[in-house]
Structures are given as structure tokens and as C-alpha cells.
């Protein structure tokens, strides 16, 4: 098996609890990374002005379409 997504392929990124980023955001793949345990590491572009970040392939997701970019990019509201 081979990693499912390739560089420079737009995902939306699902952080787990606990983590910095709360909410699930757009970012762009800039690095494939080897397995860790059962799951592909790729390295993500989530801000263009900050630090890449690594993420488990289990925490990354195709866009399919627009409204699913949207989104990703709007900002989360609080109740």
C-alpha cells in the first residue's frame, strides 16, 4: 500500500482532541513521511505563513468538492 494523498493535494485536517487546532481546516500536503504504526505521515501546510505540521493519514480528508473547501476555510462559531 501506498500513501493516499500526494504533494501539493488540497485535504481538510481533522485534528485530534486536545490539539492546538480545534476545528478541522484546509491545508495542502508539502511532505510524504514514512508509516508510523498502521497509518502514512504527511506533513501539512495549514497557515502559508507558519510552521508545516505533521499529520496521521487518518486525519486527513479529500476535497471533493467547493462547498466542502468553504467550509474547511470558515471560521468556527461558538455557542
Known sequence: MSHKFS???AVV???I???VLSTATR???TRLLPKEGA???YHIQ???NG???RA????LHKISTESQVNAANAPSKTI
Not at 56 to 59: A, G, H, L, V, Y
Request: aromatic share 8%; proline share 12%; glycine share 12%.
Open 7 to 9: 504533494l501539493g493535494q
Open 46 to 48: 495549514v497557515d502559508p
Open 56 to 59: 496521521r493519514e487518518n486525519q
Open 39 to 41: 497509518d502514512y505521515q
Open 27 to 29: 491545508g495542502t500536503i
Open 51 to 53: 510552521p508545516a505540521r
Open 13 to 15: 485536517f481533522t485534528p
Open 17 to 19: 482532541s486536545g490539539e
